[in-house]
């Protein structure tokens, strides 16, 4: 029995190896002959005469102009261009630092620090510019220290941006709270001759 066993597990073996050398021996081209190719296409240039040189090049001349991409605006652009009094910039928008502002604004407020956290939410709101929880607690702050208008308006945006959020029920309880002292204090102000 053990002979036997011994003589399947070998002809076993023998047979698999003969499977690999005969797939082997069917990909002598390679796998590269099998890739369709264009018969109609003109052969590559051979360049092994004459290679392309970078070294006749003046030293202040870089090689790559050869290959230089023209990135000019498209003509219909040229009429889209910034007139005057028009700002032609990217506003930065990255809602992770807005989320860490809104954090940091968040252990000011708890300390009473108002005038630091209403920075922070600003500083929220220039990193990711309609984020409604920084508006709502920037509404919060900015009622804290008396500026009644400021909070008004941020209170009216959180609702603008999320009227049903999670802090809708209280902007509107801080907009009931704060309307009239708005309107005392936009009354009482000094207008401008």
């Known amino acids: 029995m053990d002979m036997r066993l011994r003589t399947l597990i070998f002809g076993i073996l023998v ?18 002959s099998r890739v369709p190719v ?9 360049n092994r005469k004459a290679p392309p040189r970078s070294d006749q090049l003046a030293p202040d001349e870089s090689s790559s102009k050869q290959t230089q991409i023209d990135v000019s605006p498209p003509s219909s652009d040229a009429k889209k261009s910034v007139t005057e009094g028009e700002v032609d910039e990217f ?7 807005a989320t860490k502002c809104v954090e940091v604004g968040d252990f000011y407020y708890k300390q009473g620090s108002y005038r630091a956290a209403i920075s922070r939410y600003q500083e929220a709101l220039e990193w990711k ?8 607690k920037l509404g919060q702050a900015l009622e804290k220290t008396g500026d009644f208008g400021g909070a008004l308006e941020n209170y009216q945006a959180y609702l603008k941006t999320l009227p049903s959020g999670p802090y809708a029920a209280k902007a509107r309880q801080g907009i009931d709270r704060v309307k009239p002292k708005a309107n005392t204090a936009a009354q009482a102000a000094p207008k401008p001759s």
């Open 15 to 32: 047979l698999c190896l003969t499977a690999i050398l005969l797939a082997q021996s069917n990909e002598e081209d390679g796998p590269i």
């Open 38 to 46: 264009d018969r109609s296409a003109p052969p590559p240039k051979d």
């Open 91 to 97: 506003h930065p928008w990255d809602p992770h630092r």
């Open 129 to 136: 510019p309609r984020d409604a929880e920084a508006t709502y």
